[in-house]
């Protein structure tokens, strides 16, 4: 069963998260926490040691958000190439998701705490960590399925794939124009036709 206390902290992180994906870390303030949740410092303060705690997770939460979403997509389809297909479909139509609305979390944490938060720096190359090596999992069953070309290497399609769909996204957002994110998802597309069997 779940405390009080739990409950207050996943109350914070949930109210949090959307703001720390919009502002970044430097930008969003203590008054920003007390005014999306109604509560004061000491009730913050006394459910997180500090800033950079709530920061980590509402990054955290803004990471399972995108995670759940792609699964949930994935979850559709047997085929590990249509699989691939549907993370390049979550990505196109991330607009559909108010959690999105203000970018990628992996790309607007990472330009932020490159040089200046080393723990959210480290949550970040954990998280494209963790989706690269669950990517070349995915393109090796597609190579062994024959879906994907016997010479395809894994590690580097994956590597590309990713660069491809996150730099479409900040400069989409960067931008303000959605033509960035729709013509880097046609070329993802044929990135990903160029290694079908």
Same mark, same amino acid.
């Given at each position: 069963?779940i405390?009080?206390?739990?409950?207050?902290?996943?109350y914070?992180?949930?109210?949090t998260a959307?703001?720390?994906?919009?502002?970044?870390?430097?930008?969003?303030?203590?008054s920003?926490?007390?005014?999306?949740?109604?509560?004061?410092k000491?009730?913050i303060?006394?459910?997180?040691?500090?800033?950079? &705690?709530?920061?980590? =997770?509402?990054?955290?939460h803004?990471? /399972?958000? $995108?995670?759940?979403? %792609?699964? #949930?997509?994935q979850?559709?389809?047997?085929?590990?190439?249509d699989?691939?297909?549907?993370?390049?479909?979550?990505?196109?139509?991330?607009?559909?998701?108010?959690?999105?609305?203000?970018?990628?979390?992996?790309?607007n944490?990472?330009t932020?705490?490159d040089?200046?938060?080393?723990?959210?720096?480290?949550?970040?190359? &954990?998280?494209?960590? =963790?989706?690269?090596?669950?990517?070349? /999992?995915? $393109?090796?069953?597609? %190579?062994? #399925?024959?879906e994907?070309?016997a010479d395809t290497?894994a590690?580097?399609?994956s590597v590309?794939?990713?660069s491809?769909?996150?730099?479409?996204?900040?400069?989409?957002?960067?931008?303000?124009d959605?033509?960035?994110?729709?013509?880097?998802?046609?070329?993802?597309?044929?990135?990903v036709d160029?290694?079908?069997?």
């Open positions: 069963m405390t009080k206390a739990e409950r207050t902290r996943q914070i992180i949930e109210k959307p703001i720390f994906n919009a502002k970044g870390f430097a930008g969003t303030s203590l920003d926490i007390t005014e999306a949740t109604g509560l004061t000491g009730s303060y006394g459910n997180f040691a500090n800033k950079d &705690e709530v920061a980590l =997770a509402a990054f955290d803004n990471l /399972k958000q $995108v995670s759940d979403g %792609i699964r #949930a997509l979850q559709q389809y047997t085929s590990p190439l699989k691939i297909r549907a993370c390049v479909d979550f990505y196109r139509d991330s607009y559909r998701f108010e959690y999105m609305h203000a970018g990628c979390p992996i790309a944490a990472g932020e705490a040089d200046t938060h080393p723990l959210l720096r480290t949550r970040v190359k &954990e998280a494209l960590s =963790a989706w690269r090596r669950s990517l070349e /999992k995915l $393109v090796q069953r597609a %190579i062994d #399925a024959g994907l070309k290497k590690a580097d399609f590309l794939f990713i491809m769909i996150e730099g479409g996204v900040m400069l989409s957002k960067a931008t303000g959605r033509t960035y994110l729709t013509k880097t998802m046609k070329y993802v597309d044929a990135f160029m290694h079908c069997a």
